[in-house]
Structures are given as C-alpha cells and as structure tokens.
C-alpha cells in the first residue's frame, strides 16, 4: 500500500552505510598474461584500493590484503598505478605504487611485495606513476615526480626508468632519468614498436592539460635515454591528450586542434596530422590523471575509441575508411581513460542509470561484450533506485546548458497532493570536467526520501566541444553559477520543483560554485560545501594548493598580477556578508589540495552573523572523501540540514547540531 507523506520524509531501504559501501568504481583495467587485473574501492578497508585479478578460468578475488593500497600521489590526482606482464617465471609480474609511502613495488603471486624504489625524506618524496614493465631492458619505464624541497611547487617531472632487480630500492642514483625535465609535466611515455623513437605529452605553467600541450618525439639511445627531443604538434591553444603506436609503426594522437578532440594520424617526421574521423565529438578527455587511454591500437589495425557528445560510446574505427561501429551492449556511459587491449579483446569499464560501473570485455572477432569483473547486483529494490533523464536547458544568452534530472522516486510512498518536492542541484569538480548519467547510490539516497537531485554540466564542462569548456575562461564564479541557477529556476517554473525548497551543493571546484552561489542568490533556501576553494586569492598567491593546480586560475579567473581585484571581489569569503541561507561544510583534514585552512578562515567571517551553519572535519581524509564512516557521517549530515530547512523529519537520521 501507498503511504502518504512529505517530500524528504519518505523510508527508504538506501542507508548510508549501503550507499556508501558502494561507493567509487574499478579502475584501470590491464592483462597480464591471459588474465585481467584492475583496482576496486575499499570503503570498508580505510578507503584504499585494492589490486583485483581475473583468472582464466574466470574466477575474481582481491591480490593483496590490507593495508597495500594501489594508488599514486603524482599530481596529487594520481593516475594509473600498476602494471604487469608474464614475468620470468611464467606467472603474473606486477609493478604498483603503494599509497603510503609512494614507493614502487614489484609482486610476483606467492611472494610477498619487493620494493623497487627509495624513500626520500625531501618534500613530498619521489612518487611514481603510469608505469610500463620492459622485461627485455630490465626496467619499469614511469612518470617520476620529485619534490625538491619543502614547497608544493618545489617539484621536477621527468621520464624515468627503474631496475626491475631492486637495485634502485635504497639508491635514488641507481634510477635513470631517460627524459630532461625541460617541461614541469610529462606523462604518458610510447615507445615506437621498433623500439627506436619514443613520444610523450609535456605541458608548462600556466596551463592546464585541457588548454594547450605538446607532442614530443625523441631517438632512443642504445641505453634507453631520450635524445633530439622535438615537438611534433600541440601548443598553448592545442591540445594533445593521448598518443600511441599502432603495431605497423604509425602514430596516433588525440587531438582537439579542431575544437574537439579527433583522432589522427601524425607523420613522426612532419607533424602533419590526418583527421581519421572528422566528427563534433570527443575521442578524449581532460587529463586529470596520469596514463589514462581513450583509444588504444589493435593488432588487427582496427582502433579500439571511446567516442561521443556528452556520454562516451565504445566503438571500433577503420583508420583506412573513417568507418566506425559501435559495440552493443546495455551501457550507456564508458568511463574514460580506462580502455586497454590485449589480441582481440578490448576492456573497460561501463555503467548506465540503473547500473554501477563494471568491467566489460568487447570480442572484437564475435562483436559479443560481456561483464568481467566488478558485476552490478542490485542491493535493493530497483524500483527505489531513480529514473532519470537527460536535459538540455537555456542559460543566459540563449546558451544551453547539459543536465541530468532525477526526479523523486519511491513505490511505497506518495507526497500529499499539491506539495512540491524539493531539489538539490549537485556541481561537479574539476571545474573542467564533467559528471555521468550513472547509477550513484548517492543520489538514490536522497530521490528515494522524496528529494529531487539535479546534476548541472554547466559551461566549462568537458565533452561538448572546446568551446564549450572554455566558458569559463575568466568566468568562474559567474557563468557556472548562472547556469545553475537558470537550470533550478526552470525546474521551479515548470512545476518539477518547489521554487522555495532548492539547495545545492558539490565539491571541491563544486564546493566553490555551491559556496559562491549562496553568496551571489537568494535562490537556495540552503546548501552543502565540500572541500572547497573559498579564497581564490590565498589559494593562488599564498601556496595554499599544489602544484598542479597552482596556476589553474589564470584560465579561470585571469593572470593573477593583472587582475588582483578580481580574485578578491569573487572570493565568497569576501562575500559573506551576503550569505544568509543555512550551510554545511564538510572537509577531510589531510586535503593538500583544498586544505582546511579556507574552511576556516571563512567560519571566522561567518562567525557572528546568525547563519545557521555546522563544520564536520574527518581525520585521515584528503581531497574527496574514501572511507566509509566518513561518507555516512556527511550523508546523514546533509539530509538533516535539508530537513531543518524545508521542514520535515527525515526517518531514522541523526539531528545535526546547527550554530549561529
């Protein structure tokens, strides 16, 4: 039967301990061998992640017990972090960082871990990623970042190689460096099939991977280093965001050189580039992580790519014809930067709105794709899981703007007639990126208590075109804000929502936007901050960030010493006499990349003012949160601050202290 009750008060199966125990998603599938590996989240386990391997013979299980977790700390965003092949002795060899102390190790099933590299006591240490095993030279090929001194900018990125025989382990000498660090950041090393050139990526302060990059090509020498390094193409206004060797010795680029990232051909000698197929679609992505592949050459010269407006499909392409065909199966969204091959398999991992992420396995010889790894089972009711759908609203100027909408949804309740439902609109980070039409238990929490959830892909995003990320080049703070808003107001106008029971919230460059939207509209009735960027000035000019990023604002705002104005009239602790609604802020005490420190300086301007407001603070924690206690303290959290605000008693949910 049917019950009757208010928006947001609805029972619902989803916990937050349900939701967050299926938090995160696989990651960076690889072979070794005949087997597949990739890494899984372990909410449960600390937030680490763990190294799964499938066998032959099909069955799955973890590899190493905890505490090994298999993640890097480059760029503080990581990327790939293992790698493996047939080793010696005919079984698995894999190579992995460790998250704790940021060493490369060497496992070999039977053994326990060996380290390969040394721990250095300067800085952030040595950290490693994207590594590469070369049996026949003995060496794991990887990106090395190496901190210099005591500073978050006092860091060198090169190329290097480390002995497989753990010679390095104890002696930073004993790793070669086979790149210059004439640029502040490298990745993704290829070496040419016979083994002759090899090509990476490089790009400098001020910016950012998705603004401009280079293509570099170089001779190996007979001892493996780099030489005659020179650009092929890319540039401050280009974008090179993978390149790889076909097996007939071609070369490979994605590139957004006509505003979309294409897929080319690039002659090693000239840099003339061949669109293989010229489409307004992206075959790539943002390069947030180090080593990630949206394409991947196979033997049969076909081209394995991820490809699409908005969602990514997976497809094989004919580089001879332009020809692409796309792989059946029921996802809807691949992730991007996770694909790999090996013969005629390609792997990844896909979702859809109904389905988490899982390891998929496409047959290229039989066209069948199948689940490998990673399996969707549905932990409750799929009638209580939402059923959303995709949006395209206007914005200010007739712009339009990319959104998914999950309306409220339970069989077991219904909202007395006339009422309304509340709706939280969720930003993603980056702010250059762009969030999925997946099944996140996340927004199944709230939608299944009655609380409508509305992602907003504002302008700025990635996956409609250059144009459209760039946006927000020296708007943030303003055009994501506006859209927002234009996408919440219209919901209201329309009749899906109850125009005076909107919040927002999101993280990180998210955390920014909810924060400068509480700052800048009397349109949310309140809102949920998570590890935000809330002094733009101090992040940028005070070192109060990592290196990575630490320049990323002069795309986003302008160059800091010709517009030191602007930085500070944005800031929403500049504004916090403008704020009025009640707020929750959230954030993990280790975050290196927006640390506590503006959190707290933004409580002293609010501290006084009468705002209902409450801090959580989560030891252990950095930039995103991985642990499950954390994740149901701050679920619980926000849905009591939704309750206190639109007025009803959320079941079975701790009351959240609010102070003024």
Not at 131 to 138: C, N
Not at 297 to 306: C, F, R
Not at 471 to 478: D, E, I, P, Y
Not at 534 to 548: I, V
């Amino acid at each position: 039967m049917t019950r009757v009750a208010s928006y947001g008060a609805w029972e619902s199966p989803i916990d937050a301990r349900t939701a967050a125990s299926h938090d995160g998603r696989p990651e960076y599938p690889g072979t070794v061998g005949d087997e597949v590996w990739w890494t899984e989240p372990r909410p449960a386990e600390g937030g680490r992640r763990a190294l799964v391997r499938r066998r032959a013979d099909g069955s799955t299980g973890s590899v190493l017990p905890a505490p090994w977790n298999v993640r890097t700390r480059v760029i503080e965003y990581g990327g790939r972090a293992w790698a493996g092949t047939t080793g010696p002795a005919g079984g698995p060899l894999v190579v992995f960082s460790h998250f704790p102390d940021q060493r490369l190790y060497a496992y070999e099933p039977g053994a326990e871990p060996r380290p390969l590299t040394p721990v250095s006591s300067v800085g952030g240490g040595l950290r490693w990623a994207d590594p590469q095993v070369r049996l026949d030279r003995g060496e794991v090929w990887c990106v090395l970042e190496e901190y210099t001194g005591e500073g978050p900018s006092d860091v060198r990125r090169v190329i290097a190689a480390v002995p497989l025989d753990g010679s390095a382990a104890e002696d930073r000498d004993a790793v070669r460096e086979l790149s210059d660090d004439a640029h502040r950041f490298v990745t993704a090393p290829r070496l040419s099939p016979d083994g002759r050139q090899a090509v990476w990526i490089a790009w400098d302060h001020p910016r950012m991977p998705w603004d401009g990059t280079e293509l570099k090509i170089a001779e190996v020498a007979e001892d493996g280093r780099f030489t005659g390094a020179r650009t092929l193409i890319g540039g401050p206004e280009e974008s090179v965001a993978q390149a790889e060797w076909a097996a007939d010795g071609s070369l490979l680029a994605a590139t957004d050189r006509t505003g979309w990232w294409n897929l080319h051909r690039v002659d090693p000698r000239t840099g003339e580039a061949v669109n293989l197929c010229p489409r307004e679609e992206e075959f790539a992505g943002p390069g947030w992580q180090m080593g990630a592949r949206w394409f991947t050459p196979l033997e049969t010269g076909l081209i394995a790519v991820l490809h699409g407006r908005g969602a990514l499909r997976l497809g094989l392409l004919d580089p001879a014809t332009g020809e692409l065909t796309d792989a059946a199966g029921p996802w809807t969204e691949w992730a991007g930067g996770q694909l790999t091959a090996s013969g005629t398999r390609v792997i990844g991992t896909a979702a859809s709105p109904r389905t988490a992420h899982e390891v998929v396995e496409l047959d290229t010889a039989t066209g069948r794709a199948r689940v490998i790894g990673a399996a969707h089972h549905d932990t409750v009711d799929p009638d209580h899981l939402p059923d959303p759908g995709e949006r395209v609203f206007t914005g200010p100027g007739g712009r339009e703007i990319h959104a998914h909408v999950y309306p409220p949804r339970n069989p077991g309740f219904a909202a007395p007639e006339g009422e309304l439902p509340p709706y939280v609109v969720w930003v993603h980070g980056g702010p250059t990126s762009r969030v999925p039409l997946v099944l996140d238990l996340e927004v199944a929490y709230f939608t299944s208590r009655g609380i409508g959830v509305v992602e907003v892909n504002h302008g700025g995003s990635t996956g409609y075109g250059r144009a459209y990320r760039e946006r927000l080049r020296g708007q943030w703070g303003v055009v994501e804000v506006e859209d927002c808003a234009a996408v919440a107001r219209a919901l209201a106008d329309e009749g899906s929502a109850d125009g005076a029971r909107l919040a927002i919230r999101g993280g990180s460059a998210g955390g920014w936007t909810s924060g400068a939207s509480l700052a800048s509209t009397d349109l949310y009735a309140c809102g949920t901050i998570r590890y935000p960027i809330l002094d733009l000035y101090s992040w940028a000019a005070n070192g109060e960030t990592h290196d990575f990023e630490s320049r990323y604002l002069e795309s986003l705002i302008g160059p800091l010493a010709e517009v030191p104005e602007r930085y500070r009239e944005r800031s929403t602790i500049n504004r916090t006499d403008r704020i009025s609604a009640p707020f929750l802020l959230l954030q993990g005490l280790d975050d290196v990349i927006c640390p506590p420190v503006q959190c707290e300086r933004f409580l002293e301007r609010i501290a006084g003012r009468g705002i209902p407001h409450a801090y959580l603070t989560f030891e252990g924690e950095g930039h995103g949160f991985r642990r499950a206690d954390t994740m149901i303290a701050s679920l619980e959290a926000e849905l009591s601050l939704y309750g206190q605000t639109f007025g009803f008693d959320p079941p079975a949910v701790p009351r959240l202290e609010l102070t003024k």
